[in-house]
């Protein structure tokens, strides 16, 4: 999963396009799901929310490093086809 860090801005640009609504606001910033985000695995080739951050503050979450196997896992999962 990726995570987005204190920089951020909330500007709202990243919510509407994940496609797995991992995207919240939290108490301060925005915030990622990462029972939620399979780091656009499934539907895009890139994640989708670090094209459009205009500030690049959405890393790696190193509480929550997956392997493409395990984010496809996810994705299944989360479509019901698991
Ligand atoms: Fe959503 Fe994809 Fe960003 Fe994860 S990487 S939060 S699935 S847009
Ligand atoms: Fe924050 Fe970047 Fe999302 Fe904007 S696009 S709300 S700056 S994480």
């Given at each position: 999963a990726l995570l987005i860090t204190s920089k951020c801005i909330n500007c709202d640009m990243c919510d509407p396009e994940c496609p797995n609504q991992a995207i919240y606001m939290g108490s301060?910033?925005?915030e990622i799901d990462p029972?939620?985000?399979?780091?656009c695995v499934g539907h895009y080739d890139q994640p989708t929310c670090v094209s459009v951050c205009p500030i690049d503050c959405i890393k790696p979450d190193p509480n929550h490093l997956e392997s493409l196997d395990t984010l496809a896992d996810k994705y299944l999962r989360l479509t019901g086809q698991l």
């Open positions: 301060k910033v925005y029972d939620k985000c399979t780091e």
